[in-house]
């Protein structure tokens, strides 16, 4: 399954009352969709899958899917930290037509050895029929998928990609090496997509891709073209906005980013907080909104 260069990790919008705001969210996706995004990650850590639940994930996802279908890729993030929940989650998805993966996280404060997370992804991969995107995010999880498990998994049918947000580029090239086309990598981190593509990535699951789709979506074409200068230039002209859309914990920024451009995004559910205001000025300076 191919899902793309670019595919944005979309933030779930809430009302006022901290409702679910469908209405707004199918703006959101026809804004990501007309501007440079080939795919839409639903549900992900962006769009505080911890804080929704099931009933409104599928709700959201119903509404995202009928509204985008044929015109981007939809994966869905149906992960979890319990093996049974994971698969009651994917299970919810899996006769929605629209969709085209699932994106699948490490599990995070259990934090099983390799042997044990090869014997989770198996499990859901033998559970589903979907394309699986494999989601590894140290940082947040406490474990890492090293390469050799990636290989691993990368032999069964359907795990066919990994979103790597480890920010090791020995990490991405051991995985590049030893994977070969058996998988394709997408970077997790918006910073580091122009080195990942270096050593063997295939795009990126974005955040960045809210405000600046389509400049992501050159700097990869120019990438893939052999035109390495006007990549560089690019991802250069773009580092202060990957940068400042993460001076506190995504997705707090990207969502006052949002805001401030219109969109009826809401607050994060808590416990994330509101944006403090020295990010809504630095964000105000980033977006030229000063």
């Known amino acids: 399954m191919e899902f793309g260069k670019v595919l944005t990790a979309m933030i779930t919008p809430f009302t006022p009352e901290g409702t679910v705001n469908l209405k707004e969210a199918k703006k959101i996706a026809r804004h990501l969709i007309d501007n440079g995004n080939d795919g839409l990650v639903l549900i992900g850590t962006t769009g505080e899958s911890p804080t929704l639940t099931l009933e409104e994930k599928i709700e ?6 009928n509204e985008v279908k044929g015109k981007a890729k939809i994966i869905v993030g149906t992960g979890s930290n319990n093996t049974v929940e994971t698969l009651r989650t994917t299970k919810a998805f899996e006769n929605n037509t629209n969709i085209d993966g699932i994106m699948v996280v490490t599990p995070y404060y259990n934090k099983p050895t390799q042997k044990g997370l090869i014997l989770h992804f198996e499990k859901i991969a033998l559970s589903t029929k979907l394309p699986i995107m494999l989601y590894n995010v140290p940082s947040r999880t406490g474990g890492n998928i090293l390469p050799d498990t990636v290989k691993k998994l990368s032999n069964i049918n359907n795990i066919t990609a990994i979103k790597e947000a480890s920010g090791d580029l020995v990490q991405v090239s051991e995985i590049a090496d030893l994977c070969g086309d058996n998988i394709d990598i997408y970077s997790g981190e918006d910073s580091l997509t122009l080195p ?11 955040v960045a891709g809210h405000v600046v789709g389509k400049e992501i979506h050159n700097m990869i074409d120019e990438f893939f073209l052999g035109n390495y200068d006007k990549a560089r230039e690019i991802h250069l002209k773009l580092l202060p906005i ?16 949002m805001q401030l451009l219109g969109f009826k995004t809401g607050v994060c559910r808590l416990p994330l907080s509101p944006p403090n205001d020295k990010t809504i000025e630095i964000l105000k300076e980033t977006l030229k909104l000063k």
């Not at 959201?60 to 899917?65: E, P, Y």
């Not at 990942?196 to 974005?206: E, F, H, P, T």
């Not at 990957?242 to 980013?257: C, D, G, Q, R, S």
């Open 60 to 65: 959201l996802v119903d509404v995202i899917s």
């Open 242 to 257: 990957f940068k400042n859309l993460f001076i506190e914990t995504n997705p707090i920024p990207v969502k006052a980013a």
């Open 196 to 206: 990942m593509l270096s050593v063997g990535a295939k795009g990126v699951v974005s």
